[in-house]
């Protein structure tokens, strides 16, 4: 299959980026953790996090839900629609940043207040300015994700945003500069490489769509209806978002406030190493979505079947080992990553990399369902299971710690999985283990 041999190299190429990202952003923290005092990393984090938030929510879902639509219309040759995708995503998005910008930076001090730090207003004040760049990084990126372009996510967002910042914040330390100097140097790699990708996308779209003189939208009817078909499809998607970030973030939380800071730290540890589990998956869901979007538009359902399955077990025969090693030698790999007094999270470990593994092994359920455009029961599957996440730590981490956490967490991605799994086969017959057994139906 042709989708298979792209789909293999666009998830490579996801992977090493994803990896090399990673490895960039862990050199930055630990360059600027030496440089600024803990009390200033502590506000460039707290201010780093409330910025993120702000960029996720004027995202508005278009981080899936563009690549969805375009991959969509492209399948139906519907290049004008496309056009209208792309004009609705960029003014919507950038409007909306510009809006959350200009409040962040005119009012920094009722943030500031709120968390009782009056030194966060400078920090905020610059740093806001992070949320319109971001947003457009993004949705360029979603942009040329639905024409199955990868490049862009990997050059631009995970290496050089990353890469430039590491430059900046060393010419910062050469200088001797102050910590608004690192500040400035954040922002400035946003700056470089939102110019970088512009380019870079306008040169793409346009070799893959006819010419059209205006990238800015008119008011029209056809623009409006497009607008609001998007935002409909999209909203969900945010709301999905926001509920997997309640999951990532509750059990966390909730150890810090029935227990104690330490098992706050055994418990991520365990946590970050599980969670590098999903990268292939990760890696593969980024290009496996456009080209399963096409053929949902093309009505191509046996194809679907086959490439579900095959991409399935793909990533989860290459994951396996991972998986078994962090089930039957946690203490080994708590150890060797963390040191020996990292080793009481051995279990949470184990429970941990559980949920994941059923993650895994179900495949891109997800991103299935959302070729299909059915982001409103993502919406209430994600929300259900941030509701169970939530109910479980409370009643689980006060009596069994670590494990009550870890079980709150598995337990909470399994369920999510399980029904996104009996909701692709009965929607669309598709089951990755059984190939060919059965009869695809859409509805």
Not at 24 to 46: K, Q
Not at 101 to 107: D, G, N, Q
Request: charge should be positive.
């Amino acid at each position: 299959m042709t989708y298979l041999k792209a789909i293999a190299k666009g998830t490579g190429l996801v992977f090493i980026g994803t990896v090399l990202g990673t490895l960039l952003g862990l050199i930055l923290r630990v360059i600027v953790v030496r440089y600024i005092t803990p009390s200033e990393f502590g506000l460039l984090s707290l201010g780093l996090v409330i910025v993120n938030i702000l960029i996720t929510i004027s995202c508005l879902g278009f981080r899936n839900g563009v690549p969805r639509y375009i991959s969509y219309a492209l399948g139906q040759k519907d290049y004008f629609k496309v056009w209208q995708t792309i004009k609705s995503a960029l003014t919507l998005a950038l409007g909306l940043s510009l809006c959350f910008c200009a409040l962040l930076f005119a009012f920094p001090s009722a943030i500031a207040q709120l968390f009782h730090q009056a030194s966060l207003v400078l920090p905020l004040r610059i740093l806001s300015l992070l949320i319109p760049l971001s947003v457009l990084i993004d949705v360029l990126v979603a942009i040329l994700r639905g024409f199955a372009d990868v490049k862009a996510k990997v050059y631009f967002k995970n290496i050089l945003v990353v890469g430039i910042k590491i430059i900046l914040v060393v010419i910062v330390i050469i200088l001797g500069l102050a910590f608004k100097g690192v500040l400035w140097a954040y922002l400035g790699g946003n700056v470089l490489s939102a110019v970088a990708l512009i380019y870079y996308a306008r040169k793409k779209i346009h070799q893959n769509l006819p010419k059209e003189k205006k990238l800015l939208p008119s008011i029209s009817h056809s623009y409006l209806s497009v607008a609001r078909e998007l935002l409909v499809f999209s909203l969900p998607l945010l709301g999905s978002s926001v509920a997997t970030m309640i999951i990532g973030w509750t059990d966390t939380l909730m150890l810090a406030y029935f227990k104690t800071s330490e098992m706050v730290g055994l418990y991520n540890a365990a946590l970050s190493l599980t969670k590098f589990l999903t990268v292939p998956l990760s890696a593969l869901s980024f290009i496996y979505l456009p080209f399963v979007s096409k053929l949902f538009a093309r009505k191509q359902y046996k194809e679907i079947n086959k490439l579900y399955s095959t991409v399935t077990q793909w990533t989860f025969l290459f994951t396996l080992p991972a998986i078994l090693v962090m089930l039957f030698a946690p203490k080994a790999v708590l150890h060797l990553f963390f040191g020996r007094q990292y080793i009481a999270a051995s279990v949470a470990m184990q429970l941990l990399t559980l949920g994941e593994a059923v993650h895994i092994c179900l495949g891109p359920n997800g991103m299935t369902i959302l070729a299909g455009g059915k982001t409103k029961i993502i919406f209430i599957c994600t929300l259900g299971s941030a509701t169970v996440n939530i109910l479980l730590n409370c009643l689980l981490i006060p009596r069994y710690d670590l494990a009550g956490a870890a079980i709150a967490s598995a337990v909470s991605l399994m369920l999510v999985n399980i029904l996104f799994s009996v909701l692709v086969f009965k929607f669309y017959g598709i089951c990755p283990y059984f190939k060919g057994r059965f009869t695809t139906v859409a509805k």
